[in-house]
């Protein structure tokens, strides 16, 4: 069966995991939010979808909610260090 699913954030992630362990063997589409999308430091950020893959990755950071499990914000430390701003 091929399932295709809307996803947005955090919710969105958790919905995909679900729906991925109920569904296990069969084709999963996501067509993930980029609305909330956005450039800093000429970095491109996508943050819905940075939250479905962490999660279907099994590495997203459940105490938080949101990111990475184990990440640090040293590079944004590092910008502010040296006075840049988003």
């Known amino acids: 069966m091929r399932i295709t699913v809307l996803a947005g954030g955090v919710g969105g992630a958790k919905f995909l995991r679900g729906v991925r362990a109920a569904c296990p063997g069969d084709?999963?589409?996501a067509i993930v939010n980029t609305g909330d999308d956005v450039?800093?430091?000429g970095l491109r950020i996508c943050p819905d979808l940075d939250s479905?893959?962490?999660a279907l990755a099994g590495v997203n950071d459940r105490e938080r909610g949101?990111?990475?499990e184990g990440e640090t914000m040293r590079i944004a430390g590092e910008f502010a260090?040296?006075?840049a701003q988003p």
């Open 27 to 29: 084709e999963i589409t």
């Open 39 to 41: 450039t800093l430091h």
């Open 52 to 54: 479905v893959m962490y």
């Open 66 to 68: 949101w990111g990475r």
């Open 81 to 83: 260090a040296y006075g």
